[in-house]
């Protein structure tokens, strides 16, 4: 296991994970990340630095924003990171990611329910990734439902709300 | 990684992670475990096989108790296994466990609120322990407050309600 | 005080009140209401019986819905009705059920927050809804923010999201 | 009704409203109250006076706490006052307070599970408190399960946890 005094960078780019309800539209919207909170709330004690590089859903992500992503996880001195990630493009980012080969363990989570709204899966994701980001060796992974699936082989079923894998798919259909 | 879908035995034993607020008494109890109930909000995919050995304090386990921990633990089929614990006592039940060298990857776990409480630390803490069991090789573990420690070099630190690392803290002092 | 044996009409019309997060499009939809979960988890012993006449946003209410509503005030055996409704157009509401005069207690209600979202202020407003229509004499009225106004007086401040009495500022502009 | 904006007292004395769990210790206990929190979430805009009497389990309130609560309610400017109070006695100190005379509008209410462990009823009761307290002329009653009791006809039926009318009950075993 990593020294547990080593730093984890949390790279917050939006999603479900993180939004709120606008009581006066009756809209969801983003305002500022709840990382912070839920870190307090899970007592979570590991050293962790929390970077917000943009609010947004992930459904209006541009090629920028992954660029961008991509730079930081490449600049920032942190070798562990955890991305938060909306789930309807996680996959797409974790692709860019994923080839870049940056030699970093990065693990992209995120939420199905807003964690503002109580019953969220947010907590539990988020207690994944970090304990994935802790273990796994250098690579790209998309941390979701419990399990943990390489960049290159892994798929949200929209029609189901879940993440499966492409490969173990493949098989089933065989 | 292991193959995601090799079920993970999740043995129940109590603690505070489980209590439940009588509202005719106003004290707290057990009644039946809620992992089911948290995996389900997590929106937990892994193929888990939950199995409840006792409803207790942890500061009300005894050797016999902790003994048939370790008997279950030897006996199920799987290799990956999850102890829900009272964290009071979860360190002495981790070095039976540990000492007893079973050769399989074991992680105890509890949480500080109870889950019913609504602001509870216990569904972080479950998804930590359901990552590191994935990931970890052979050994006893305790996952709390986001860190894993080793079954040798762990204690709780009661008057702060966190969990630490004994040669860290050896270290420190130093 | 009237009986508390008589039975007290819910009649349920949607709004934010009975809003839930659809996680596979992540927008707002109806699906039943929560009145009766509400009235569980407030220990409420009061006989009450909830219909359900639309599940609708307020916004969206038309002439014949409000028409079908008073009609069922009207059409009830019971002379004490609670309304649910969208908090955007509840004056409105308020007001055609007002002129007409039914000579029973109408007391609507609604919510900023959906019930579903945990910090809810529906289980408070249907506290002072129900209390409300036990205790006041015929009429129609908007209990909201912990306080009672009568149809006739009443209007949503939409940029601070709060009911307001249209009379008492125009005394305060005065 | 009366005017909205004059002011209602809520006398704070504790019970399991305002209980809170110590997660160092695992036990209940009492630190400040959650009334304004409450009122906050419950987007309640009437004018409260909110004043801690003492933070106690009612099973622990002696009659010189009860004369305290009975100095404060004549004291106070106000002659709408609520009163927080432990579920178990709140009957009994009713009964002090309504044989007083005090010539004001005296609720009791409380809660059967703490506000703190999110399921509360609390919001609910201190709803139709505040409703009530509003609307009912001079008297002391207790506001539970939705409905409303006067002082000298109440008690806690304390096997199934509810509030119920004594005279009623005596009718239905006639």
């Not at 917000?52 to 001195?77: F, H, K």
């Not at 940056?102 to 947010?122: E, N, V, W």
């Not at 990734?129 to 796994?136: D, P």
Request: proline share 3%.
């Amino acid at each position: 296991m990593p020294n547990p005094m080593d730093t984890i960078r949390i790279l917050v780019t939006g999603g479900t994970f993180d939004k709120e309800y606008n009581e006066l539209t009756g809209e969801l919207y983003f305002q500022s990340t709840h990382t912070n909170d839920m870190l307090r709330l899970g007592r979570c004690l590991l050293e962790v630095e929390i970077e917000t590089l943009m609010m947004i859903d992930s459904l209006q992500m541009t090629a920028a924003d992954r660029a961008l992503i991509l730079e930081r996880c490449r600049a920032v001195p942190e070798t562990r990171i955890v991305v938060t990630h909306g789930t309807d493009t996680m996959a797409e980012t974790a692709a860019v990611l994923g080839a870049a080969n940056t030699r970093k363990t990065i693990i992209l989570t995120g939420a199905m329910i807003p964690y503002t709204f109580g019953s969220s899966d947010g907590m539990f994701n988020l207690g994944t990734a970090l304990a994935f980001v802790q273990t796994l060796g250098e690579g790209v992974y998309v941390a979701m439902n419990g399990q943990c699936f390489p960049w290159d082989s892994v798929r949200k079923n929209k029609s189901m709300g879940i993440f499966e894998s492409v490969d173990l798919d493949t098989r089933r259909l065989s």
